[in-house]
């Protein structure tokens, strides 16, 4: 459903059924799963519980539908196929908060959830729950049959109480929902003053997006400890969910085993991807390296690279430039032709194709190049993301800077005084 569409009432999706994008059906919607928050701030909508043909719950993340209209749901098509388990700060719609009593704000009076209304929010790929269908008095029973009766109205989440998470006095989904607006840096700083016991609780209570952002912030010890008290399939969803460099340096840290069997967990696609920059040592253009940059070919138009581009899940490193290669463009791809920065997209018509305002002069890092080189490369040439290129000029992946920095900086760079501390950036000192 494109942002600004009618709101979506979470009774309409009982037991329709999730296609991926050539048509075929994967499975039908049984359930949604929100996440409550402090006061009286909507809850977020994380997914969908579909049940495949073969009876078993698997989660679908809402980042993963592309669509929800005429009674059936788009998606994506990658689907990760390990049974739906709930976590502390999930909740299930129709297992939970339908037929649940809670209190009308204005008159205090007590009302029975019939329905929830979601919807995506504008210019993101985030839902949440927008409205409340409610029905006042009480449903009885009488000959086995449920009986209900009352004035039924839809109100705005706010004009309700009895779901918050104080009222549930939920100890770390409470902490977690005071911290849900800081950035994934931020919220890194602040795990990583928790006690162990502490982090572990927030941890295991963040969805694995959330948490793979946070632990590619974290400190490397605090990365394995984290891992290491996750379940082993679920550390694999979060690997997984990070970016390949930072999955693939953080298991260069595990004992061998660990490794292969987390790696065995993983989907062969992403683990190929994590296995591949493995290969690589650690301070060099091939260890630094993400798999995953925008790649299109010599064909797509300008109209292509900016619908590319408006990806929110794109770094802003990311973001700001296209490598334009031959098919195929997966990494590693067929022959890099060379990149169109974000810039000259915005002053080119949307019908121009990218092979006509290439950058096919700026120089490649070849992926054994040693840190102080892809350092240099970024000064020279004011980059924020380089191509990384083979001897057979197959585009292998980009270096973002970020990932140049974090590795120059010392070790213990997150506990000096300008992250989050006295004197930090942006607070006058």
């Known amino acids: 459903m494109a942002a600004g569409a009618p709101r979506i009432f979470v009774s309409h999706l009982s037991g329709i059924a999730c296609f991926d994008p050539n048509g075929d059906q994967v499975g039908r919607v049984r359930d949604v799963v929100v996440m409550l928050r402090v006061g009286h701030r909507p809850p977020r909508v994380l997914g969908l519980v579909v049940e495949l043909s073969t009876r078993r719950l698997i989660f679908l993340p809402m980042t993963r539908v592309t669509g929800i209209d005429s009674g059936q749901v788009i998606t994506t098509g990658v689907l990760n196929v390990r049974r739906f388990e709930q976590r502390p700060t999930e909740r299930l719609v129709f297992g939970e908060l339908l037929d649940r009593r809670v209190t009308l704000t204005e008159t205090g009076e007590e009302v029975t959830v019939l329905d929830l209304s979601v919807r995506q929010l504008p210019a993101r790929r985030d839902w949440e729950?927008?409205?409340?269908?409610?029905?006042?008095?009480?449903?009885?029973?009488?000959?086995?049959?449920?009986?209900?009766?009352g004035e039924t109205l839809t109100v705005e989440w706010s004009a309700v109480t009895g779901f918050t998470l104080e009222e549930q006095e939920q100890?770390?989904?409470?902490?977690?929902?005071?911290?849900?607006?800081?950035?994934?840096?931020?919220l890194a700083n602040v795990l990583h003053h928790l006690s162990p016991k502490r982090r572990a609780e927030v941890a295991a209570a963040l969805d694995d997006d959330r948490l793979a952002d946070v632990l590619e912030e974290l400190p490397e010890d605090d990365q394995i400890e984290i891992l290491g008290?996750?379940?082993?399939?679920?550390?694999?969803d979060v690997l997984e969910a990070m970016d390949p460099d930072d999955a693939a340096d953080l298991l260069s840290e595990l004992p061998e085993e660990e490794k292969e069997r987390l790696l065995s967990l993983m989907q062969p696609s992403d683990a190929a991807d994590v296995r591949r920059l493995m290969a690589y040592e650690e301070r060099t253009a091939g260890g630094l390296m993400t798999t995953e940059p925008i790649v299109l070919r010599p064909d797509a138009t300008v109209a292509d690279a900016l619908a590319r581009i408006r990806n929110p899940d794109l770094s802003p490193a990311l973001a700001a430039q296209i490598y334009v290669c031959r098919a195929p463009d997966e990494t590693p791809t067929g022959k890099y032709l060379g990149t169109v920065h974000?810039?000259?997209?915005?002053?080119?018509p949307p019908y121009t194709l990218v092979s006509s305002i290439l950058d096919d002069d700026l120089q490649t890092l070849d992926p054994d190049a040693a840190l102080p080189v892809v350092a240099g490369f970024f000064a020279t040439y004011d980059m924020v993301a380089a191509p990384v290129v083979d001897e057979a000029g197959s585009l292998l992946g980009a270096v973002t800077v970020d990932d140049v920095l974090d590795h120059m900086l010392p070790d213990d760079w997150r506990e000096t005084e300008f992250h989050l501390g006295e004197g930090a950036v942006g607070d006058g000192s």
Do not use: H, M
């Open 129 to 149: 729950v927008e409205r409340v269908f409610v029905r006042k008095g009480r449903t009885s029973r009488a000959g086995g049959f449920r009986r209900a009766r």
């Open 171 to 186: 100890g770390a989904e409470t902490l977690l929902a005071t911290f849900e607006q800081l950035r994934p840096a931020d």
């Open 229 to 236: 008290k996750l379940k082993k399939e679920r550390a694999a």
């Open 342 to 348: 974000f810039q000259r997209l915005l002053r080119d």
